[in-house]
Structure formats: C-alpha cells, structure tokens
C-alpha cells in the first residue's frame, strides 16, 4: 500500500534562510513521487517530480529534492526563502499512475 | 487552453439537498480525477475516470456519483448533501501513456452543506 508523511503540519523561516520540507513514502514498488505547491484559494500546481531519471530534481521557483530510497525520503529544499513561497505543500506518490496519493501538506510561513 | 476548469466556485447547499459539480479539461486527457480537501487531510480522491465510459472508486466514494461521458466532461453529483461534505473540491486531469505524468488542476469548488 502507498502512503505519504508529512512531517511538521506548519514550518516557519526567515526570508533567506533554508527552506526544508520533509516528505517520507511507504510504496512496494519503486514510486514515482511530487511535490505540488498550492496558493492561498488556488488549485495545485507542479513544482516538480522523480521518475526515477535523476535522484536530485530540480523544479521551479529554485526548489529541487532529493530521492533517497534507503530512507524512503523525498525531502523538498530551497536554499534562500523568498516572501512569495509561503504556501502550502503538498507530497504525493504514485506507484501504477491511475492513483495518486498525497500527503497531508506543509504550510510554509516566511518571516520577514 | 483555458486547461481543467470547475463551476461554481463556491455554493452553499441545504442539507438533503442535490447538486453537480461540473469539470472540464481542454488538453485531451485521459485521465480525470475528483479530490475533496478538508483542512489538515491533506487530498483524498472521490472518484477518477481513465477514459469516456470508465469509472472508479477512490478512497471515499460514498454519497458521490460521476460519469464520463466525453473526454472533456466528468461531472460529480452529490445527491442528498450532509454537513460532513462540506469541504473544497478538486478536479484533476492527466495525460495517459506514461505512468509518471503529473496532474493538473482546476481552481476547486468551495462547497458549504448547512
């Protein structure tokens, strides 16, 4: 069965300090997983993903994550926070592709 | 392309009462799929199509109904609304063929169930 941990429900940094998201995933098969971002009343939109080509991703917004499969990890990073990241983040993996699954999201405060 | 779009953004529902949720995606997807997020669950999946005519069930399917009649379209009926389908829905499309394509998503639906 896929599952998806999200640790820390809110995180709080100062702008330009290191954004560190935490994403955790149980799958029996080697997953395909994403981190989405979603605004304040907006839908979700693709930050970026691991299809197994490269285990570091690079996504937009100068994000990227790491893939590690001995610590079942898929940890979201960005070196320097910016004020437009806060939002809420969400991890999600998928093992065949009809079903995704996600985790319960991070809400990410920037302080200036 | 206008991508995957809802109506209505918001609404506010009687209990018992019935509605439709529209959805429509304009890339030739696929795949379509139904989310319901309540606050601090994350997103969970109420229905997906994989194509005109065919359905499935997600994890909580119950008091929902869809169809999928176009490759547009897929609609989901609530048909005797309770308080506990007060939530924001999602709707969500992807291309089929490789198992790792993302999904888009529309705006979402703010549905209110007094």
């Known amino acids: 069965a896929q599952s998806v941990t999200q640790l820390g429900s809110h995180v709080s940094v100062s702008e330009g300090a290191l954004v560190l998201l935490r994403c955790n995933y149980s799958?029996?098969?080697?997953?395909?997983l994403f981190w989405y971002v979603q605004y304040p009343n907006q839908g979700l939109q693709l930050l970026l993903k691991y299809t197994s080509a490269a285990t570091l991703v690079k996504g937009i917004n100068g994000f990227e994550a790491e893939f590690k499969k001995s610590e079942t990890s898929f940890h979201l990073t960005k070196p320097s926070a910016h004020m437009s990241d806060a939002a809420e983040y969400f991890c999600a993996v998928s093992e065949r592709g009809n079903q995704f699954y996600f985790g319960t999201g991070t809400s990410l405060t920037v302080i200036p | 392309n206008a991508g995957v779009t809802q109506t209505p953004k918001f609404r506010i529902l009687k209990i018992g009462q019935s509605m439709t949720l529209q959805c429509t995606q304009d890339m030739n997807h696929n795949y379509m799929y139904w989310y319901r997020q309540d606050p601090g669950m994350g997103l969970k999946l109420i229905y997906y199509?994989?194509?005109?005519?065919?359905?499935d069930k997600g994890e909580v399917p119950n008091g929902y109904n869809v169809s999928r009649s176009t490759t547009e379209d897929f609609p989901l009926r609530l048909e005797l609304a309770a308080p506990s389908q007060t939530s924001v829905y999602f709707c969500?499309?992807?291309?089929?063929?490789?198992?790792?394509?993302?999904?888009?998503f529309g705006p979402g639906t703010r549905l209110t169930v007094l």
């Open positions: 199509s994989v194509g005109a005519g065919i359905t």
């Open positions: 799958s029996s098969v080697p997953p395909y």
């Open positions: 969500a499309s992807r291309p089929g063929g490789l198992n790792y394509n993302e999904q888009f």
